[in-house]
């Protein structure tokens, strides 16, 4: 996995401040704190995966084809847990190469 960026990314109500991207398999993960084990997760309607703890809160956030979205679409639609549309000019720090 790629090397962990600290960030802060806002997507919709939640703020992310850890961020890896995956550039081979197109696959940015964002995290709230420190990566840690989730517990579960729930796949969104866009294909996408929003990770809890054990208490329920959101941990983490895997968003799947991000760049290749982005460049398709100019924004990319994701919920969590209201669907929410994100801009390249919000994922672009994320979005380092490994």
């Known amino acids: 996995m790629a090397q962990q960026l600290p960030i802060t990314l806002q997507i919709g109500g939640l703020a992310f401040d850890h961020a890896s991207y995956d550039s081979r398999g197109d696959v940015l993960y964002l995290h709230v704190g ?3 084990t989730a517990s579960g997760g729930q796949q969104t309607p866009e294909g996408h995966v929003v990770r809890y703890d054990a208490e329920g809160r959101v941990v983490g956030l ?37």
């Open 34 to 36: 420190q990566p840690s």
């Open 62 to 98: 895997t968003i799947i084809n991000a760049r290749w979205l982005l460049e398709r679409d100019g924004t990319l639609a994701v919920t969590v847990p209201e669907r929410v549309e994100v801009d390249s000019n919000t994922l672009a720090p994320a979005l380092v190469p490994a």
